[in-house]
Each structure stands twice: as C-alpha cells, then as structure tokens.
C-alpha cells in the first residue's frame, strides 16, 4: 500500500513543477513523468493492459510535444497570468473536492470492487462466463470487443473523426488555397 | 546554438550511430507491435496498445532518417488509404455478425458456430483476432498520419502578433 502513495506523491510533484516552471523542456519532461507515474500505478494495481497503452500513449505524445513546441524555438513562457483566470479555476477545483468528500464516504475500500455486491452482476457474469462463450483467454479483450464491442466501436469512430479533421485542417494544400484572393 | 537545433530537426535527420542503431531497431520495434496485435487475446495488450507501437516504430525512422526518407516510406495518401481500411474491416466484422447469426452487431459468429478452437491457442475466441488486427492497423496508421502532418506545419511567421 505504500507503494501507492509513493507514486501518488510523485506525480502530484511532477505536475506541480509541470505547471509552474517557466521553461518549456522542464515542463515537458514533467508531463512525461506523471505518464510514467501512472503506468506503473496501473501495473501495480494489476491492470497490464491499461499500462502498456499508457507507456506507449505516454511516449508519443511527448514526441509530439517536443516537436511541436521546442524544435521550433519556443522555450520559455513569458507574460503573467490572470487574475480573473485564476480565481474561476480555484472555484471550480473547490467545488469538486467538496463533491469528492461527499462520494469517498459512500465507496467501498481501497481494493475491492465497486459493482459486484451481487452475484449477478455484469462483471461477475463477464468473469464466470468470459471464457466459455468468447473463448478468449484475456478478459478485458473478450469484454471490449464481444460484450461491450458498441463502446469499442464508438471509440474508434471518435479516433478517426479525430485524425480526419487534423489531417484536413494542417494540410499544405488547404492553407495554400485560403492565403489567395481569387483561386 | 540555433544550428544545432536546426541540425536535430526532423527534416534532416540525425548522426550516422542513430542511423545504424534505429535501422536495427525499428524492426525488433515493428514485430513486437504484430506481436501485441495479434496475440491480443491470449496476453494483455490489444488492438490499441499495438498499434501505437506499429506507429510509433515508423516515428523512430522520421526522427532519425529525416522527414522525406519516412514520407517516401510510407506517404500520407497510403497512410490515409490504411487508415480507412482498418475502420472499414472493423465495420465488416460488426456487419457479418449481422449477417450471420443472431440479430444484432458484433455477435461472435466464428467462435459460436464454425471454428471452435481450444482456449489458449492462437485460433480461438471467433472475431477478437480479427477485430485486434484492425484495430491496430486504424491506430497505427492514424497516429503516424497526424505525426506526418504535424511535422509538416510550419505556422505562418507573419500573421500573428504575439505568441
């Protein structure tokens, strides 16, 4: 159980330090910590799958980062911030820590699980019958993508969609054809 | 300072040792990303988690080769051609479920009634391979495609004011 805490500590580190220093490579590196911080959380509460995707997400968009912002020669922020910025975003974190005292009262321990009172519950029936009736030795692939694959399938929608109109919108062509008058 | 920086830029690529060491490398990197896809219904990993590694291979051939060797390698409209044809293959597999057995999307009709395997080996559990594959051929080739345009980008230096 320490082991969470250490974790927990340290990425609450790193994004202090990610938000509040001024150069960009630091701030950078930070986020990058707190990704890492994260996989191996999820590798020690024995979800692998989770935490191969996060390394690997993690990795990526930090390359996409670094070469978004410091290859190109912006390393530094400058400027203040803003007061009537800061004072909404303390509201607004105030306001969910108060409804986060409220919901960890009513949560089961640390550890056990949320949904599986009963015996028949969904996960207690993906876990009983998983094996049997999708034949896939890894649970979490025969509940995304036989039991639960509509969510699966949404979320590959939103990917697409996603990389669709990044593709359009920073492609040379298109900018080409907005800087002229009269094509 | 600035030439440095310009010489680790991504449209140049980088040092001789980089170039050797990744060409090795990204191959190990690729065949690991098939491994993960494929074997996505025995041990974690999945069709996600695979292909950002497929992509991630070929983000390690940009960096170090320069970003017309990669273009070449795999340029944006055959990226783009994989791209669909991953979402596509997906769709059809949610389709045939239709077709073939009961009424709904998705039904996993080759493990219901054709191919039976054993648990634990590589032909089991119907459709999941299936849909592994083609989830991970639409993230690799997604992930890669947007690392391709973004790196092509370059903003206008004089339209805007500030920063």
């Not at chain 1, 996409?64 to 009537?84: H, M, P, S, Y």
């Not at chain 2, 990197?29 to 590694?53: N, R």
Request: charged share 15%; hydrophobic share 55%.
């Amino acid at each position: 159980m320490a082991i969470f805490y250490i974790l927990l500590l340290f990425m609450i580190i790193a994004a202090i330090i990610a938000v509040e220093t001024q150069d960009l490579l630091s701030s950078v590196i930070c986020v990058g910590a707190i990704g890492f911080g994260g996989s191996l959380m999820f590798l020690f509460l024995r979800a692998p799958d989770i935490a191969i995707t996060q390394i690997v997400v993690e990795v990526l968009g930090l390359i996409i980062l670094i070469r978004a912002t410091i290859v190109r020669d912006r390393t530094f922020i400058t400027g203040d911030r803003e007061f009537f910025g800061m004072v909404v975003s303390m509201v607004i974190i105030f306001v969910i820590f108060l409804a986060g005292i409220k919901i960890l009262e009513v949560l089961p321990a640390f550890g056990t699980p949320i949904f599986a009172e009963v015996s028949d519950a969904a996960s207690q029936t993906y876990i009983r019958e998983g094996l049997r009736e999708t034949g896939a030795a890894n649970l979490v692939a025969s509940v995304i993508l036989d039991f639960r694959a509509y969510d699966t399938l949404g979320e590959a929608t939103v990917l697409f969609t996603a990389i669709i109109g990044a593709t359009v919108i920073l492609r040379k062509k298109s900018r080409k054809l907005l800087e002229e008058p009269d094509v | 300072m600035a030439e440095k920086e310009r010489n680790s830029n991504g449209m140049k690529g980088m040092t001789v040792i980089v170039k050797t060491i990744s060409s090795w490398v990204k191959v190990l990197i690729f065949l690991f990303g098939i491994y993960i896809i494929i074997f996505g219904h025995l041990t974690p990993g999945g069709g996600f988690a695979g292909g950002v590694i497929l992509a991630s291979s070929y983000v390690l051939l940009m960096l170090a080769f320069g970003r017309e060797f990669a273009e070449e390698n795999l340029s944006l409209p055959v990226a783009s051609r994989l791209d669909c044809v991953g979402a596509l293959l997906f769709a059809a597999v949610a389709l045939f479920g239709l077709f073939y057995g009961a009424a709904s999307f998705f039904w996993n009709f080759i493990h219901r009634k054709y191919l039976l395997g054993e648990p634990l080996e590589l032909v089991s559990a119907g459709t999941i391979p299936l849909s592994n594959i083609a989830i991970g051929l639409k993230v690799g080739a997604s992930l890669f495609l947007v690392i391709l345009v973004l790196s092509t980008f370059r903003p206008e230096p004089s339209a805007n004011k500030g920063e």
